[in-house]
């Protein structure tokens, strides 16, 4: 499974991002996407996870301000960012494994991962 992400940059405070991961291999290795991120000194953090079936799982601390959502025809998944925070800057690394829909969760460690892309919020 091979993860390429995209739509990372500097705002401002309040302002908004999309992040995009396309993602190539067998469809079963990816059953469960999503976005992890680390910011300098931090742990690493499970930010929003999105399901074969479409089940989401978010981080405490971005619910009601994140989304996620994918398209199956561009082998494609999004992170809608809403009302960033100097909080949110990290690195923003696509994740992708077979968890089911049932189990596919934030919480899990995920095998596959993308190279990163900076969000950087002022």
């Known amino acids: 499974v091979q993860l390429v992400e995209s739509g990372g940059g500097s705002v401002e405070a309040g302002r908004s991002l999309r992040l995009s991961c396309k993602a190539d291999g067998f469809t079963y290795l990816r059953n469960c996407m999503g976005w992890f991120r680390q910011a300098p000194g931090k742990e690493r953090e499970g930010v929003a996870v999105i399901g074969s079936g479409g089940k989401t799982s978010f981080a405490d601390s971005v619910k009601g301000r994140f989304t996620i959502s994918k398209d199956n025809t561009k082998n494609t998944v999004y992170l809608q960012m809403n009302s960033l925070k100097p909080e949110d800057t990290a690195m923003y690394y696509c994740?992708?494994?077979?968890?089911?829909?049932?189990?596919?969760?934030?919480?899990?460690?995920?095998?596959?991962w993308g190279q990163g892309t900076q969000v950087t919020v002022s």
């Open positions: 994740v992708a494994d077979g968890y089911n829909d049932r189990s596919c969760n934030v919480r899990l460690e995920f095998y596959y």
